[in-house]
Structures are given as C-alpha cells and as structure tokens.
C-alpha cells in the first residue's frame, strides 16, 4: 500500500476537547462501592429523615438543585436516588492528588467559581442530553445554615436544555461531625425532594430577567422545603404577597 492510499489520520483534538469528553464520566464500580461505604457510616453519624424521594424521575435528564450547607451534603443529597448523580464541583478539588481523583471517578467535573466557565457548561449540556442527573449547588458555596443568594448558572443550564429542576432541601448538616455525637444521638438530617418543575423563558431570546426570575423561582422551591429559620435569603412572603 502506497503512501497516497493510507487513511487519512484522524484529526487531533483539542484538550479542551479532551476533557469535555472524559468529564462527568464515572468509574461505576468505584461508585458503587462509595454509595456501598456512605449506607454502611450514615447511621453512625447521622439519623436522617428522606422525605419526596419518589419525586426524582427515575429516568431521563434530571437537574437536582440542592441548598448547601457543608460538604456532608455531597453524599448525603445522592444516598436516596438509585441513579448516578453528577456534581458540577469547584475546579480546586480536582487539582489535589488524591481527592481529585477520587471526586472524577465519582461522574464530577470541575468548573471555574466566578467565571464564565463555557467547558463546564458543555459537560452539563452533554450529561443531561445523555438522560443522566446534574447536581447543582446554586448558591455556588457553602452557606453555613441560612440559604444565600444564588449564582445563575443553574437555571441557565436548565433553560438551555429544558431539563426539569427537582429542588432538594438539607437542614442539619452543620451539625454533623460537631461534638463528638454519633449512633443514636448523631444529630438529624433531613433532605427533602421536591416535585420536578420547568423552567420557562419570556421568548426565544433568555435575557438577564429570565435568568433572575428562575433563578429565584428555584431557591423558592428550596425555601419551601426548608425549616423557616433556614430561608435566609428567600424567606416566603407573607400571606398575600408574592415572589415577584
């Protein structure tokens, strides 16, 4: 075979490419085995309470928008859903030796806090076009307790692909790994699900409001599951106002 009739080699990708491609992908037996270790400690460090587990689809793209309040969530928010989840998580996680690995094995990928972060946008897009679950802190960091105003980028993606959001409500993971108590005084934990919900645009266009208003659409529906004193932010109205 003459060097005119040798294949044409494929073209290189980018390494933006690259990543795009092996981001959010699991190592299924690792996670399995994660899930397996979080059954078997969670009684041992937490009584918790799951209420609306049946309101994540069981199939098809799902955007799971979560309140967060310490990292314990993490596990904790994805312990009831019989799917994989995949975090979108703060780029620093990857770039340690050890927990970096452990956190792509697990279906994460990283994004870039505070930037507009066009990769990590087309992970998510990917991963949900796939039919797989996003998980979402909208708030962007840890808040403490007492939810904080949120970041865009979750109903943003959720526009974009038209994926249903199931707001998801944690109340008492600041108290986990406090004071020493754990079995049968291990402090409680309730994550609530919430009932899937679309988001809707103004017109073909999304603008600024759009992004705003379900944005705040979607920490209401956090709020309504979440103990009054953990609303901060987005306390509900009183009787007779609106959100608007």
């Known amino acids: 075979m003459t060097s005119a009739n040798l294949p044409a080699p494929p073209k290189a990708k980018s390494a933006a490419a690259i990543s795009d491609d092996r981001a959010g992908r699991e190592w299924k037996a690792f996670y399995t085995f994660a899930r397996t270790v979080v059954r078997l400690v969670r009684p041992l460090i937490a009584r918790m309470r799951v209420v609306g587990a049946e309101n994540v689809p069981t199939s098809g793209p799902v955007v799971l928008a979560i309140n967060h309040i310490a990292w314990i969530d993490i596990p904790l928010a994805s312990l009831a859903v019989p799917r994989v989840t995949h975090y979108m998580a703060k780029i ?37 076009a796939q039919g797989k679950i996003l998980s979402i802190f909208p708030e962007g960091h840890r808040s403490g307790g007492h939810l904080i105003a949120a970041h865009p980028g979750t109903s943003l993606i959720a526009l974009r692909t038209g994926a249903p959001v199931v707001p998801v409500a944690i109340s008492g993971t600041e108290h986990v790994f406090k004071h020493f108590r ?49 609303r901060g932010a987005y306390a509900l109205p009183a009787a007779g106002e609106t959100t608007a």
Do not use: C
């Not at 996680?93 to 094995?105: A, E, K, S, T």
């Not at 402090?187 to 899937?196: E, F, L």
């Not at 920490?219 to 979440?226: P, R, T, V």
């Open 92 to 128: 620093e996680l990857f770039n340690q030796p050890v927990l970096g690995g452990i956190v792509r094995w697990l279906g994460a990928f990283p994004v870039r806090r505070g930037e507009g972060d066009r990769e990590s946008l087309r992970v998510a897009e990917r991963l949900l």
């Open 182 to 230: 754990f079995g049968p005084w291990a402090p409680r934990v309730t994550v609530s699900y919430g009932k899937p919900f679309i988001l809707e645009s103004s017109g073909p266009r999304r603008t600024r409001d759009d992004l705003a208003r379900n944005t705040d659409a979607i920490m209401y529906h956090i709020a309504e599951l979440l103990p009054p004193e953990y």
